[in-house]
């Protein structure tokens, strides 16, 4: 798919959506915020609310999944691996390519 440019800033990083049907988006995220998921909720790319752990994420690209109903979550990926840290805490480092997959439970 083709590569959207989103945003504006000092800081450029991928991040890629895999929704529930398996579709893939692909953006690169100009921004000058200092974590990962202050860039995408700025761009309105990501919503959800504050958990224990940060920011629980439960819509991406408006798509929303709810674990009771569709049994599938948002998982947040790192270079293609299930981060350790939450999107919100997640500092942007070039290079890194960031996702939010749509896991089945």
Not at 33 to 51: K, P, R, Y
């Amino acid at each position: 798919p083709e590569k959207e440019v989103l945003g504006e800033g000092a800081k450029v990083f991928d991040f890629c959506v895999i929704g529930k049907d398996g579709t893939e988006h692909l953006f690169e995220i100009h921004t000058d915020a200092e974590t990962v998921g202050e860039a995408l909720v700025a761009l309105e790319l990501i919503a959800g609310e504050q958990g224990p752990y940060g920011l629980y994420v439960k819509s991406v690209l408006g798509q929303t999944l709810d674990y009771e109903t569709d049994k599938m979550y948002w998982s947040f990926l790192i270079n293609g691996e299930s981060a350790m840290t939450g999107v919100d805490m997640a500092p942007i480092t070039e290079g890194e390519r960031y996702a939010f997959e749509a896991t089945p439970a």
